[in-house]
């Protein structure tokens, strides 16, 4: 136990450690796409009210359709229009997020790769015979294309999941604070899970760059003009196939088994939270059948 209270305490530290950076993406993220970012912002706010919103307006329904059983009166037809305008305006929402967030990422990519094209025009000349500055390069060429969409899903799963959060739970403390005590702990193990493995592909990107730029040289070397007729002349076709072949099957194999182990560990913590929640409610119907006798 000791143990692993030290090793989610060191990932803890260095989630942290990433801290400083998030206002300096923010702020780019701002200046490239402003309106676009207004516009998320707030469908992010609206996308995170809906669940609880979703959740008060079928307890409405519930409540209406009891009531008419018993006492012969209307049926709840408003609140079921409501409920079924709710599904559609969180539909909407959703696919106008992706929308929106796909604009974002597009003008962000697009600024990246300038600056990337600036420094690179402009650093001296002895940095090119530093095989640290290809491996930096490498990263800020090869992760322009998904970092910032990853970014923005991140924040915006964060933002909208912490509105759902709060707003379940004000709905659920009048009917007991055991209740949103559960639903709170019932998140912390994906919690982890989503910290844990964003901090292992980090890593597992910066230990395996040269090993990318390796495979991409090789891919480059192979398709272009420039080096055709000496390929051709030595005949290193093959040698140079297998060599790309190596590399590509060596990272794939890795960053399938990552994905395997992150699938099965998000899979693991469902469980957990869904264990948590009968847990809670199989203690409430236990309470309330001993009261009832």
């Not at 006492?71 to 709710?86: A, T």
């Not at 990246?112 to 640290?132: G, N």
């Not at 913590?269 to 309330?288: E, G, K, M, N, Y």
């Amino acid at each position: 136990m000791f143990s692993s209270g030290k090793i989610l305490g060191s990932k803890l530290r260095k989630a942290l450690a990433q801290l400083p950076y998030l206002p300096r993406a923010l702020k780019l993220v701002w200046e490239v796409a402003r309106p676009w970012t207004t516009a998320w912002i707030v469908l992010l706010i609206v996308q995170g009210l809906l669940p609880a919103a979703m959740v008060y307006l079928t307890k409405v329904v519930v409540d209406g359709v009891v009531r008419s059983l018993s006492k012969d009166s209307s049926w709840p037809v408003f609140p079921l229009l409501l409920l079924g305008g709710l599904l559609l305006l969180m539909e909407v929402v959703r696919n106008t997020i992706n929308w929106v967030r796909t604009v974002q990422a597009e003008l962000l990519q697009d600024h990246i790769t300038s600056l990337i094209h600036e420094k690179s025009v402009a650093v001296d000349l002895a940095f090119y015979e530093l095989s640290d500055y290809y491996d930096h390069l490498h990263r800020a060429r090869a992760e322009a294309r998904y970092r910032p969409v990853a970014l923005l899903g991140n924040l915006g799963a964060l933002l909208q999941n912490s509105i759902t959060l709060v707003a379940m739970g004000a709905i659920l403390i009048p009917l007991g604070p055991w209740l949103a005590l559960a639903l709170v702990l019932s998140t912390l193990p994906a919690f982890y899970v989503v910290l844990h493995y964003a901090l292992a592909e980090y890593q597992w990107r910066q230990r395996t760059t040269a090993d990318d730029r390796r495979a991409w040289y090789f891919d480059w070397i192979m398709t272009t003009a420039e080096a055709a007729a000496e390929i051709r002349l030595f005949g290193l076709g093959k040698h140079f196939q297998s060599i790309y072949k190596g590399l590509r099957g060596r990272l794939r194999g890795e960053r399938l088994h990552l994905t395997r182990r992150q699938g099965l560990a998000e899979l693991a913590a469902s469980l957990i939270a869904l264990l948590i929640v009968i847990t809670f409610w199989a203690a409430v119907a236990r309470c309330t059948y001993e009261v009832l006798q």
